[in-house]
Nanobody, 124 residues
Framework: QVQLVESGGGSVQAGGSLRLSCAGSGFTYGRNCMGWFRQETGKEREGVATIHTGSGTTSYAESVTGRFIISLDNAQNKMYMQMNDLKPEDTGMYYC?????????????????WGQGTQVTVSS
């Protein structure tokens, strides 16, 4: 059974940083795409970043490029996202998701498994 558990959200002021973590289990790292998505109340869910657990190839939404960094620790079965220079528009519930087996990643794909989310709030 695939399980994804996010942590690391919180409240920060604009310009601050947070590091999100996603602990995954029930699937084989190396053959799946993992991603971070976010959703603010009343808005559509938005893809933020993806990483392939085999190749390590990453992709980012234009709105976070240069500020967010997605990474993996396959030994620990964890995915991270370092979020720097946070802006109020980064506020939302952040979800970890995965889809497998795939050879690459795309933020536009439908992901199969989702975590419960962790809230990020950025004040101006």
């Amino acid at each position: 059974q695939v399980q994804l558990v996010e942590s690391g959200g919180g409240s920060v002021q604009a310009g601050g940083s947070l590091r999100l973590s996603c602990a995954g289990s029930g699937f084989t790292y190396g053959r799946n795409c993992m991603g971070w998505f976010r959703q603010e109340t009343g808005k559509e869910r938005e893809g933020v970043a993806t990483i392939h657990t085999g190749s390590g190839t990453t992709s980012y939404a234009e709105s976070v490029t240069g500020r967010f960094i997605i990474s993996l620790d396959n030994a620990q079965n964890k995915m991270y996202m370092q979020m720097n220079d946070l802006k109020p528009e980064d506020t939302g519930m952040y979800y970890c998701a995965t889809v497998a087996p795939v050879s690459r990643c795309d933020l536009r794909w439908t992901f199969d498994y989702w975590g419960q989310g962790t809230q990020v709030t950025v004040s101006s």
